[in-house]
């Protein structure tokens, strides 16, 4: 089973930027972000969860919600086994709760490494969640 730990949160002025690190590791030798593609979704208050952006397990694929297209940027490090979401240009609607999630099935279902989803049904491992804070 994948664990998934986010960090990076915290407080910041509107306008402003964080960036959101989540490093994934497995109990076993030999793991690998080839092996998942990774989504990073929040949640506010009284709110549904939404997913914002994810990256396939190719690296090639990546995917935005309309929401933050254009101010939010996802990449990854393979070497660290670490996917950052770059935030920029943040707005007090940011506010939430930010969570990383791991997705292997759907990989090995569709046989397509490409493949990215915005829905959180698809992911299989979950972190805690780092608070994002916007606010002046």
């Known amino acids: 089973q994948v664990r998934v730990v986010e960090s990076g949160g915290g407080l910041v002025q509107p306008g402003g930027s964080l960036r959101l690190s989540c490093e994934a590791s497995?109990?076993?030798?030999?793991?690998?972000?080839?092996?998942?593609?990774i989504g990073w979704f929040r949640q506010a208050p009284g709110k549904v969860r939404e997913g914002l952006s994810c990256?396939?397990?190719?690296?090639?694929?990546?995917k935005y919600a309309d929401a933050v297209k254009g101010r939010f940027t996802i990449s990854r490090d393979i070497s660290k086994n670490t996917v950052y979401l770059q935030m920029d240009n943040l707005e007090p609607e940011d506010t939430a709760v930010y969570y990383c999630?791991?997705?292997?099935?759907?990989?090995?279902?569709?046989?397509?490494?490409?493949?990215?989803?915005?829905?959180?049904?698809?992911?299989?491992?979950w972190g805690q969640g780092t608070q994002v804070t916007v606010s002046s």
């Open positions: 999630a791991a997705d292997r099935g759907s990989i090995e279902s569709t046989g397509n490494s490409d493949y990215v989803s915005l829905s959180d049904w698809e992911y299989d491992s």
């Open positions: 497995e109990s076993f030798s030999g793991f690998s972000l080839y092996l998942y593609a």
């Open positions: 990256i396939s397990s190719s690296g090639r694929t990546t």
